[in-house]
């Protein structure tokens, strides 16, 4: 598939080819993020991500101290943090994720549009354990280059997908790990059913996540029937934090 972007897609991609090198020099270990939904699943919790993100395109938006927030996700018993760094639409900042990568001793996840090295250089250097790539915004061979390119830091990328089509290319390019996102970026409609249906497609040796739009632990039941091995969730939690222990 090549790269066809329009509206604010287009927009939060070119912003990304210029964020900056950042100069430091990554001083902590790796979390293996596959390991700790694996434990997870071990002890019969739900593996959950809990992601920090103060606002997005959609129109969220809340306040909340990042270290504050990764703390108790992590001592609640959440599997990894997700952080945004995203800064145009989504307030993040590079900041963010150093500030939880280095006072959390959880996998840490760099969320934002990558599509450069560059990028997955920052997120080795500020601490981060994984990356999120999106298959929407990549070409194929970009998206099997940067994930032999984050694995070259042995980051294990978490692999974005939106239905089936995108499912093969993730699983041709060696996804490990690939999340199903139940919001479609483009129109920011949450599709559950398209959810379930992709991701009892996707092979069981294949760490399967769910994104977006989790609210409930009903919710987290039945996605787990269609093969969800982990749920990403951030803005029920941005809301309410404490609601991760029904969650879990
Ligand atoms: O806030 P929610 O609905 O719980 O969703 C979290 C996460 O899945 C969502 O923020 C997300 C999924 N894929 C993305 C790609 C870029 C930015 C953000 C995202």
């Known amino acids: 598939m090549v790269r066809f972007l329009t509206g604010w897609l287009k927009d939060v991609v070119n912003n990304a080819y210029n964020r900056p090198y950042v100069h430091k020099i990554r001083d902590k270990p790796i979390y293996s993020l596959i390991e700790a939904i694996r434990k997870a699943k071990e002890e019969n919790k739900n593996p959950i991500i809990a992601e920090y993100k103060r606002a997005s395109p959609s129109g969220f938006s809340a306040d909340r101290d990042p270290i504050e927030y990764a703390k108790e996700m992590e001592s609640s018993g959440a599997v990894g943090i997700s952080v945004l760094t995203e800064d145009k ?112 497609k996707i092979p069981s040796n294949i760490i399967r996540v769910a994104e977006s739009g989790i609210t409930s632990r009903e919710q987290i039941e039945e996605l787990k029937k269609y093969g969800a091995d982990a749920f990403l969730i951030g803005s029920s939690l941005m809301k309410e934090p404490s609601k991760i222990k029904e969650l879990i």
């Open 89 to 200: 639409f989504f307030s993040g900042s590079y900041d963010y994720l150093f500030a939880i990568s280095h006072n959390v001793k959880i996998p840490v996840l760099m969320k934002d549009f990558i599509v450069s090295e560059r990028q997955i250089d920052n997120a080795y250097n500020l601490g981060a354990d994984s990356i999120l790539l999106i298959v929407r915004i990549l070409t194929e061979r970009e998206l099997e280059s940067l994930i032999l390119y984050a694995r070259s830091y042995r980051l294990e990328p978490l692999v974005e997908i939106f239905d089936e089509k995108e499912l093969e290319i993730a699983l041709n390019a060696g996804a490990k790990i690939i999340g199903v996102n139940s919001r479609d970026l483009l129109t920011f409609a949450i599709g559950q059913e398209r959810v379930k249906r992709v991701l009892q």
